[in-house]
């Protein structure tokens, strides 16, 4: 199993940084689903939320939240583009040597979405009910 910062782990971290009232990170996080109740797990556990990576490989699969921006190698990516593109990365080909597995963006009927060398597996959890998860076979060198 992979885990992988997104925009709502980032939005986290950004609260527990500085969760005053009114403040900006504090209302995108609410206002993006967050709970206050989750604050102080978020508090005790920091550490392992810095620590998650914005992206993984794992043989030809490029593991990330929300896709890359087309056209740009992966070493000169931003991590917000990781963590919140959209466009262009949905109807443009991304360029790199790998398939791009990728959430953050509702697939159409809530199925796993194969197109343009993408595999996008957000099915909607919190409209749709399906959690989806994505098991990726492959050789490995030894």
Do not use: C
């Not at 993006?32 to 992206?55: D, I, K, Q, T, V």
């Not at 929300?66 to 963590?83: F, H, K, M, N, S």
């Not at 597996?121 to 076979?137: H, N, P, Q, V, W």
């Amino acid at each position: 199993m992979t885990v992988l910062r997104g925009n709502h782990e980032d939005m986290l971290l950004n609260v527990i940084s500085a969760p005053e009232p009114g403040d900006r990170a504090l209302d995108l996080w609410l206002w993006n689903g967050g709970e206050l109740s989750l604050l102080p797990f978020a508090r005790a556990h920091r550490a392992w939320f810095e620590a998650l990576p914005y992206y993984a490989i794992r043989g030809p699969y490029l593991l990330v939240h929300a896709g890359v921006r087309p056209g740009v190698p992966l070493e000169d990516q931003r991590e917000r583009d990781l963590i919140w593109i959209r466009e262009p990365f949905l109807s443009q080909d991304h360029g790199l040597p790998y398939t791009v597995v990728h959430g953050h963006s509702i697939t159409n009927d809530f199925e796993i979405e194969r197109r343009n060398r993408r595999i996008g597996i957000d099915t909607g959890a919190f409209l749709s009910g399906k959690l989806t998860a994505l098991r990726l076979e492959f050789e490995t060198a030894s």
